[in-house]
């Protein structure tokens, strides 16, 4: 099983900027992805962006421009830098594990919180 735990979530003005960091551990295929969902009160849980191990970016159009995932292959970990942050960026942020050719053996973190205030 792999475990997922983020951190760096807060309260933040419209415009500031915050960074997610995600540490996976437990049995991580080396072959991957690893991104970042949000869950809005009342919305569906969204893809936000998801790097592969080869760090091939998958951003949602909401966020282009704006947010910037990265990884640490070597430390299992992802980030997301989130600037320019918006109002409508608030919600539950979590952290995604799928690895390649194995089904169901993918992780969630248990989320953090971003709040955009205007």
């Known amino acids: 099983q792999v475990q997922l735990v983020e951190s760096g979530g807060g309260l933040v003005q419209a415009g500031g900027s915050l960074r997610l960091s995600c540490a996976a551990s437990?049995?991580?295929?080396?072959?991957?992805?690893m991104g970042w969902y949000r869950q809005a009160p009342g919305k569906q849980r969204e893809l936000v962006a998801a790097?592969?191990?080869?760090?091939?970016?998958n951003y949602a159009d909401s966020v282009k421009g704006r947010f910037t995932i990265s990884r640490d292959n070597a430390k299992n970990m992802v980030f997301l830098q989130m600037n320019s942050l918006k109002p409508e960026d608030t919600a539950v942020y979590f952290c995604?594990?799928?690895?390649?050719?194995?089904?169901?053996?993918?992780?969630w973190g248990q989320g953090t919180q971003v709040v955009v205030s205007s």
């Open positions: 437990g049995s991580i295929f080396s072959i991957n992805t």
């Open positions: 995604n594990y799928e690895p390649a050719f194995l089904s169901g053996r993918g992780a």
């Open positions: 790097m592969t191990s080869g760090r091939v970016p």
